[in-house]
């Protein structure tokens, strides 16, 4: 049981801490229209991540509810992975970001439709809906950009390149996958990548970006499924949590 | 890039299937297919709709407002263009 909370928490810190990167561009947009799309975008994140932390605290118990989770655990309890805990930058790097992760949601989503978990592929099957859209707004920013000014273009291939490192944690099996996958639960990450690098390599043609495979000699970070995260995300916690911390159990 | 640089564009929303589309507002984007995304975020977000039409700004004539008068001022006497004169039968519904 405590592996698979471990593993539906996973679920839910990786939609909470993108929406909650995404919700920071709230009021600082490159244009108000923009400025909607990535708060709505936000929301449908924070809303998956609701779901999920809704069900761990429905098999936990113990008087646990959806906010004992983001509001109360620590750094090293998190199981987001380190792709979406990484500052925004500026427009082009939250598109970069945003692209990878929502073409990885994507796949992701729609293989985990075929969990054993009722629960699960139900908020899969939901969720990537909305995930669709995202990956098609961010697509069509990388593209935008890439295929656009000569400033914008470098702007954008240095986005997709500072990023890559980051990509690789997205399809290694952790400890908790391994077990949930076993039991029909998980699906097998690994498996994703093919596909994924193919979504990624036709919008970044599409861009005229170049496919940043040579990047580190292949070398990705990783840590964040096991809660060994990088310096940014103490910081995103002290935000997120204050007012809990300050004022327990507050309500409005 | 500032938004002044991105052309407007006029956005309708039909909010169900069998109305019409119906003008909602207006927006900034460089093209059509950017109207239209940002026209379900601005415009759609509370379900507001299941088909959007984006028009840019530019293409739109309009009646020219010095000329209302002579325009639309001539109709306010004409109430025998109403079909309020008939009296109708009961078995007739939904007049």
Redesign the interface.
Known sequence: MKTLIDYILHLADNSFINGHRLSEWCGHG?????D??LS?ISLDELGAARSFYQYAASIEGNGKTEDSYPSFRDVREFRNVLLVELPNGNFADTMARSFYFDAFQFHFYTALQQSSDKQIAAIAEKSLKEVT?HL??SS?WVV?LGDGTDESKQKMQTAINQFWEYTGELFSMSETEQDMLKQGIAIDVSLLKDDWEKTVADTLAEATLRYPMHIEGGWFQSGGKTGIHTEYMGFILAEVQYMQKTYPGCEW | MSNSEWPLWEIFVRSKAGLDHKHVGSLHASDAQMAIEMARDVYTRRQEGISIWAVESKHIHATNPDEAAAFFDPMNDKVYRHPTFYDLPDELKHM
């Open positions: 490159p244009a108000l229209e923009v909607m799309a709505n859209y098609k707004f069509e935008r």
